[in-house]
């Protein structure tokens, strides 16, 4: 299991501010069960900013969808037709979670609110056969870091379609 942390308010707002329309996606594996990024947490998270922006008279819509396993695309096929009405989606997956779906979704910026645990591996693998194929994945470097200059890369492309 991975073991994730919700990065701070101001982090994921900051990370927002550049959008309208965004699905906040929670996974309903790790990061639910160690109370980051569940259904729950996609909740509260919301509320949190729309309240922030609208005290800020700014416009911003978000709304939760969340998952069975982000690192899973029999979970998907709903998803992918729901993201398309949206202009970014902010994951509350693992790291890993996060990159499935970039490439899942590939004309949708993905952002990370997650601090995840991807050296964090608190169980064995032979749990279950997910948690087998993932580990394989984890214990390669992330290739996708959603770092604020990548961040900024992102944003100029998809601006610039
Ligand atoms: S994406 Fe997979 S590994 Fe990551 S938190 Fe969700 S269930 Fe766990």
């Known amino acids: 299991m991975i073991v994730g942390e919700r990065k701070p308010f101001d982090e994921i707002k900051e990370m927002m501010k550049s959008f ?3 699905l906040n996606v929670g996974c309903g594996g790790c990061t639910s069960i160690c109370m980051a990024g569940g259904q729950r947490e996609v909740g509260l998270l919301n509320e949190e900013l729309q309240n922030a922006f609208k005290q800020e008279g700014v416009p911003f819509q978000i709304d939760g969808f969340t998952i069975e396993r982000q690192c899973n695309a029999d979970f998907f096929p709903d998803l992918d037709e729901i ?25 949708s910026l993905a952002w990370t609110g997650i601090s995840d645990g991807l050296r964090k591996i608190v169980a064995p693998a032979e749990s279950a056969s997910w948690e087998r194929q993932l580990e394989s994945v984890l214990l390669q470097d992330v290739p996708k870091a959603f770092s604020m200059d990548l961040a900024g890369e992102l944003l100029e492309k998809a601006n610039a379609k």
């Open 83 to 107: 993201a398309r009405t949206y202009e970014a989606i902010l994951s509350m997956a693992c790291g890993a979670g996060v990159q499935f779906l970039a490439d899942r979704i590939p004309f």
């Open 20 to 22: 309208k329309k965004v």
